[in-house]
């Protein structure tokens, strides 16, 4: 492991977060390669597939159990130097996420088409979701796997493997798609159906090569299948500081369930627009959620180590780069919202309510980049409760004016976004003061550098 002294903090929070941010985007481009060809087959394929992929923030929930779970308490392991109760951790996650792919293969097969019928009320619609859901479903249940042992990973401080196995897949998947989707080479298009086929292929070998990596390659964590054998202990470790993480990003599909129930009357193009402009903010976001998933791994070692400034200089670093990075940002997409959306589609409806989503909801970069940071933070302290806590508070001061409002004659989709704003600007506020209170109560330690 690398000395993570305190002037050496912004270099070691740069050099995990850019693998993680390349990583992530990779990740991103599976949807974004998806919704460029899908895209080409119309509004209701673009708004089926947009809505069907929503389902993996139901995913990306669980798997961040394991993910914060799994990377927070091998960090805390490696700042005490204690590489046995790492490898529990990781053999007891890696048990888990087995269990888990399989519970997604089986409730994803099943509730499919109850799941369209909420989101979408176009036949056409419904009808792509569910294709697309059915063949979709191996990838999501196969991130399980890949969750683990990047956590794993980045929790003893290595980032680079797990980036460059994301590249290869991302690479797979940009050449399955146009062959599976379109028919390009075989002759034989398959629509929906292909898009999610790539991406489950592509997933499919990356979990591979990460296995033949901890067989062969990797030395401080590795698989040991007598630990895979449930021990309530370690599991309630698991649990106790990836469960809260995991419910914020299942609110977040609550958020987004929210707004496609509230705009499905306005058709198939208002959906698919805020499916698209939804998926290009996310990549946009890419770099602050890299930084706020670099950041954990450093302030865990060093909480671990009980090196309480050095902590407090990972969450000011990692604000100052966030809120620069994402100024930026809102500047780009004040400037070329358009040009952003009009790479995916040329239906001038879905470009103009996306690129409308885009103009208005980029006010949300800075506050949303602080809010990843302080997560981070409470991840690295070994306790997410705050952050879920703030991200409940977000949904609440949502949901009920957003529905409210879904019911009044003179609604318009826009409201939906300045309200975002404000909540958004509130849940900032909250987080910054619960980690101002978290550092207080947990760094009464040495504040030695």
């Not at 394991?66 to 490696?78: E, K, M, P, Q, Y």
């Not at 602080?370 to 981070?376: A, D, E, L, T």
């Not at 001061?397 to 404000?422: C, D, K, N, R």
């Amino acid at each position: 492991m690398k000395d993570l002294t305190h002037g050496s903090i912004p270099k070691h929070l740069i050099d995990m977060a850019v693998p993680i941010a390349i990583g992530m985007f990779i990740q991103t481009l599976y949807l974004l390669v998806d919704l460029y060809f899908v895209g080409q087959l119309g509004d209701a394929a673009l708004a089926g597939v947009s809505a069907a992929a929503n389902a993996s923030f139901i995913v990306l929930a669980l798997t961040q159990i394991l993910n914060v779970g799994t990377a927070t308490l091998i960090a805390h392991s490696v700042g005490r130097k204690d590489r046995t109760d790492a490898n529990l951790i990781f053999n007891q996650a890696s048990a888990l996420a087995a269990v888990l792919g399989l519970v997604t293969l089986v409730l994803g097969y099943v509730g499919a088409g109850w799941y369209m019928q909420i989101l979408a009320s176009d036949p056409e619609v419904k009808a792509a979701g569910i294709t697309y859901l059915y063949w979709f479903l191996p990838n999501m249940a196969l991130q399980f796997a890949v969750v683990t042992m990047a956590a794993a990973l980045r929790g003893t401080g290595i980032v680079k493997p797990v980036m460059l196995v994301q590249m290869l897949t991302v690479v797979l998947n940009i050449i399955l798609a146009p062959i599976l989707i379109t028919g390009w080479g075989s002759g034989m298009p398959m629509g929906v159906a292909g898009a999610g086929l790539a991406s489950s292929l592509s997933v499919l070998v990356g979990v591979v090569i990460l296995i033949s990596y901890f067989v062969r390659l990797e030395r401080y964590v590795g698989i040991n299948f007598s630990q895979w054998l449930p021990q309530l202990v370690s599991l309630k470790r698991l649990m106790s500081i990836g469960f809260p993480a995991g419910a914020e990003f299942l609110l977040m599909f609550v958020y987004m369930a929210i707004i496609y129930w509230a705009i499905q009357g306005f058709g198939a193009a208002a959906q698919a627009g805020f499916g698209l402009g939804s998926r290009i903010m996310q990549a946009l976001l890419l770099p602050a959620l890299a930084l706020a998933f670099a950041a954990p791994a450093i302030a865990g070692q060093n909480f671990g180590a009980q090196h309480a400034l050095r902590v407090k200089d990972t969450f000011k670093w990692t604000v100052f780069l966030n809120t620069l990075v994402m100024i930026l940002l809102t500047l780009l997409c004040l400037w070329q919202d358009e040009q952003l959306i009009s790479i995916f589609t040329a239906d001038l409806e879905v470009v103009a309510i996306a690129s409308a989503f885009l103009g208005l909801i980029c006010f949300n970069f800075v506050p949303s980049s602080i809010i990843f940071s302080c997560s981070g933070m409470f991840q690295g302290l070994g306790n997410t409760w705050p952050g879920l806590f703030s991200s409940a508070m977000r949904i609440l001061t949502f949901a009920f004016p957003a529905l409210w409002l879904s019911q009044q004659a003179g609604f318009y989709i826009e409201q939906l976004w300045y309200l975002s704003i404000v909540t958004v600007a509130a849940q900032c506020v909250l987080s910054l003061w619960l980690l101002r209170t978290q550092f207080a109560k947990r760094l009464r330690f040495d504040s030695q550098a």
